[in-house]
């Protein structure tokens, strides 16, 4: 092989990596939601949800339970008698007891802490995720996940959402659906709880985004103002020279 082809073919290379890397995840469809730190409502069924359906085996380990408590508006007390166990300080970082060699012989992979999974992940990604659950029976825990193949977590949400199938016609699948009846929430009703929870977990991301948002408007307000003297100043100053 000649040096430009042989140099043509390196370039091909290295043009195709990332795509063969990761276009097998990038493939799916992702399902699009607009999270909002403002919903305090939303935050506070999603943070419910989190603490009696994932903690136990992911932690939150860059956030504090007393700081969540106050920035989503619950009292101290209801979050310690609703959220927290009886021998947890509500000072402590939203950590638990799972062990890290034991998760990773238990699941394949120990489950990742989540305090900044939607930074990593983005929300839509995780969304999508909590909703592509199916059946497959030769999964070790009877699941498989159609955004995240052969994921090593179980469906944590099954009861809620029922009995989740992959949605095939003829030879080909796309999405799941869910059997009728089979769990404690309607399809739309699933939905909203995994909206909430992923806005918790995007919350939890970037627990400063509100006050962020807070200052810059009063940031702008500050120039505005120091615009509007500096141009009366330069009124002045030209006054002089003519
Ligand atoms: C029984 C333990 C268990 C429970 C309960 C659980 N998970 Fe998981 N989760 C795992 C494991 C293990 C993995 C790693 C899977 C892998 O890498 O194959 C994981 C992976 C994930 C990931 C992918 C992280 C990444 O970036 O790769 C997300 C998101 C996630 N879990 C969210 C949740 C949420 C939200 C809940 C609560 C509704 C939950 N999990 C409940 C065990 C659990």
């Given at each position: 092989?000649?040096?430009?082809?042989?140099?043509?073919?390196?370039?091909?290379?290295?043009?195709?990596?990332?795509?063969?890397?990761?276009?097998?995840?990038?493939?799916?469809?992702?399902?699009?939601?607009?999270?909002?730190?403002?919903?305090?409502?939303?935050?506070?069924?999603?943070?419910?949800?989190?603490?009696?359906?994932?903690?136990?085996?992911?932690?939150?380990?860059?956030?504090?339970?007393?700081?969540?408590?106050?920035?989503?508006?619950?009292?101290?007390?209801?979050?310690?008698?609703?959220?927290?166990?009886?021998?947890?300080?509500?000072?402590?970082?939203?950590?638990?007891?799972?062990?890290?060699?034991?998760?990773?012989?238990?699941?394949?992979?120990?489950?990742?802490?989540?305090?900044?999974?939607?930074?990593?992940?983005?929300?839509?990604?995780?969304?999508?995720?909590l909703k592509s659950f199916y059946?497959?029976?030769?999964?070790?825990?009877?699941v498989n996940n159609a955004?995240?193949?052969?994921?090593?977590?179980?469906h944590?949400?099954i009861?809620?959402q029922?009995?989740p199938?992959?949605?095939?016609?003829?030879?080909?699948?796309?999405?799941t659906?869910?059997?009728?009846?089979?769990?404690?929430?309607?399809?739309?009703?699933?939905?909203?709880?995994?909206?909430?929870?992923?806005?918790?977990?995007?919350?939890?991301?970037?627990?400063?985004?509100?006050?962020?948002?807070?200052?810059?408007?009063?940031?702008?307000?500050?120039?505005?103002?120091?615009?509007?003297?500096?141009?009366?100043?330069?009124?002045?100053?030209?006054?002089?020279?003519?």
């Amino acid at each position: 092989m000649s040096f430009p082809s042989r140099l043509a073919t390196g370039l091909l290379f290295l043009l195709l990596v990332p795509t063969v890397a990761f276009g097998a995840a990038s493939n799916y469809p992702l399902e699009r939601i607009r999270t909002d730190h403002s919903n305090l409502p939303s935050l506070q069924r999603g943070a419910a949800l989190y603490m009696n359906y994932c903690l136990g085996c992911h932690s939150l380990q860059h956030q504090r339970h007393n700081r969540t408590a106050q920035d989503l508006g619950i009292p101290e007390d209801l979050y310690r008698e609703l959220l927290l166990f009886d021998d947890v300080d509500i000072g402590s970082h939203i950590t638990n007891a799972m062990p890290h060699q034991g998760a990773r012989e238990w699941f394949g992979n120990a489950p990742p802490d989540l305090t900044m999974v939607t930074r990593v992940r983005g929300s839509n990604w995780v969304y999508t995720f909590l909703k592509s659950f199916y059946l497959d029976e030769s999964r070790p825990f009877g699941v498989n996940n159609a955004l995240f193949e052969n994921v090593g977590m179980p469906h944590a949400l099954i009861e809620l959402q029922g009995t989740p199938r992959l949605n095939c016609n003829g030879g080909s699948c796309e999405g799941t659906v869910v059997e009728a009846g089979t769990g404690r929430m309607s399809e739309s009703e699933y939905a909203d709880a995994v909206y909430d929870l992923v806005n918790f977990l995007d919350y939890t991301g970037e627990p400063y985004k509100q006050d962020r948002q807070r200052i810059g408007v009063y940031v702008l307000l500050f120039l505005l103002i120091l615009f509007v003297f500096t141009f009366l100043l330069g009124r002045e100053y030209h006054k002089e020279v003519h």
